[in-house]
């Protein structure tokens, strides 16, 4: 009997030593209650710059800021690249599932929960090649700003303006997309969003495009001669929100990556994480409207 209870003993302690993990495997204790999180990433340049871990955008370094934080409160994070379209049905279906700089409009808040703000872009222009005849003065504001999309086909009625497939341009501007004939628009769905339309723009297949001065800037290596417009009424800035799933999950990962930000709100980290990626002309707005969205500014130096 003695023999028999040592054996049984040693089995114990045996089998305890080969499922206890080491320490550094064991996972925070918050980590237990936290989903994993689906993140999507768009499939444009963005997303091999995340495979390769370069960072060139705001959206990029901000979006780093809250993985980050992400992580340290247990979170685990898998990345899918999607197109836009994708991502939308991603966030429709998945439980769990979140995407970083995404402009809230009443549409997405059907299917999609928005954290508070964490970047802000400078407006939106009206992109195209740079033409020997200026754009007509019936188009144009007095400030030169196009007096309205409508106002631009109305008077070339055969141009086209392309556009992504799932993108938003704010509220504004999709609504007056939405207003334009069918032969004007042109809608490009698939990989390579970003590049692809500024692709089509430079083999003149369309005629205009909209985007972020940061982005064309950083797909126009080669210089090429664009000339951008304001849309007039269009916004100043525009901010971007990461959305998760609607869902009790999405949920929580919301409430996380809020607490996140209002930390990085007090930080310089943030901040610099947009003034680096602009030309200097483009700063004193930056700081003007950092300043009203997030109520804080580095001290100067």
């Known amino acids: ?3 028999l209870l040592r ?6 302690i045996t089998l305890l030593a080969t499922t206890t993990l080491p320490f550094e495997q064991i996972s925070p204790p918050s980590a237990a209650n936290n989903p994993k999180i689906i993140w999507i990433i768009e499939d444009t340049f963005e997303w091999q710059d995340y495979i390769n871990k370069i960072y060139k955008t705001t959206s990029q370094e901000t979006a780093t800021i809250i993985m980050r934080g992400l992580g340290e ?3 685990q994070l898998e990345f899918v690249k999607a197109t836009g379209d994708r991502a939308e049905r991603m966030l429709h279906n998945e439980v769990s599932a979140c995407i970083s700089s995404r402009i809230k409009n009443t549409t997405r808040e059907k299917f999609s929960i928005f954290s508070q703000p964490h970047e802000i872009y400078l407006g939106q222009q009206l992109y195209r090649v740079t033409q020997a005849l200026p754009l007509n003065d019936n188009v144009l504001n007095n400030q030169g700003e196009i007096i309205s999309l409508a106002r631009l086909f109305a008077h070339y009625p055969e141009q086209v303006l392309a556009i992504g497939s799932g993108v938003s341009y704010g509220v504004r501007i999709d609504q007056q997309i939405a207003k334009l004939s069918n032969s004007n628009i042109f809608i490009r769905a698939g990989a390579n969003r970003i590049e692809s339309l500024m692709n089509m723009l430079l083999k003149n297949r369309i005629d205009y495009i909209i985007s972020y001065p940061q982005d064309i800037n950083i797909i126009n290596q080669d210089a090429v001669h664009l000339e951008s417009y304001t849309i007039a009424d269009s916004p100043l800035y525009f901010i971007g929100h990461v959305s998760c799933s609607k869902t009790a999950s999405g ?6 990556i809020n607490g996140i930000l209002q930390q990085a709100y007090l930080s310089d980290e943030l901040y610099f994480a947009h003034e680096k990626w602009l030309l200097t002309g483009d700063l004193p707005k930056l700081r003007k409207y950092y300043q009203e969205v997030f109520h804080f500014l580095p001290k100067a130096n």
């Open 251 to 256: 949920q929580k990962i919301i409430d996380s």
């Open 1 to 3: 009997m003695l023999l």
């Open 7 to 12: 054996y049984f003993c040693l089995c114990l």
């Open 73 to 75: 409160l247990g979170y």
